[in-house]
């Protein structure tokens, strides 16, 4: 509840801000995407996680706004199947990673927006995870009612440090990298 509130808020904030010719269109949350890739020393897996809620804001055709819940319970890996799969489903999501029974949701919103040309723009948003918010900035394509993106994300700065060399010694090939990759597609 307190999630939905901080959002709703965030929300007005980011809508109040820009001006009345402003419009803020819902996401297609089944239409609209994120993929994330996390690296170790010997490999890689990847995976989706869904969007709960979302909103665009838009005044005209430029962007301008933006904020976002992820529903952290939906974290899957794609890459493997069957007992492998839950095994590293379940490792995502206790709490030496995401902690998705503490922490269900994740919030993205954003905060200035850029434009680098015509449909690119550079945004910088507060991106929280496990209750910890940090900035994150990234570069953001608008084409008609779909928006993309790849950023990374530095998962030791939400206390996420199961695996990294940063942290700790004598890992070897055990060592998870500290950025994981994030691929968002959104339809509005």
């Excluded at 009345?20 to 996390?38: E, F, L, M, R, Y």
């Excluded at 995870?129 to 009612?145: H, L, M, Q, R, Y």
């Amino acid at each position: 509840m307190k999630n939905l509130k901080t959002i709703a808020i965030a929300l007005f904030v980011a809508v109040a801000g820009v001006s009345v010719n402003a419009q803020t269109k819902k996401i297609d949350v089944k239409a609209s995407t994120i993929k994330w890739v996390g690296k170790k020393v010997t490999g890689e897996h990847s995976g989706t996680v869904n969007f709960k809620e979302g909103a665009v804001v838009l005044k005209g055709k430029k962007l301008v706004g933006g904020s976002f819940t992820v529903d952290m319970t939906s974290l899957t890996s794609t890459d493997l199947t069957g007992e492998y799969q839950g095994k590293l489903n379940g490792h995502l999501k206790a709490d030496d990673f995401f902690g998705t029974e503490k922490y269900p949701t994740a919030t993205l919103v954003i905060k200035t927006i850029g434009t680098k040309s015509k449909d690119l723009y550079t945004a910088t948003a507060d991106l929280t995870i496990k209750g910890i918010t940090k900035p994150v900035t990234f570069d953001i394509a608008v084409n008609e009612n779909t928006a993309t993106t790849v950023f990374k994300v530095d998962r030791t700065k939400y206390d996420i440090k199961y695996g990294s060399g940063s942290f700790f010694d004598g890992l070897g090939d055990k060592t998870i990298k500290d950025e994981f990759e994030l691929a968002v597609s959104l339809k509005f």
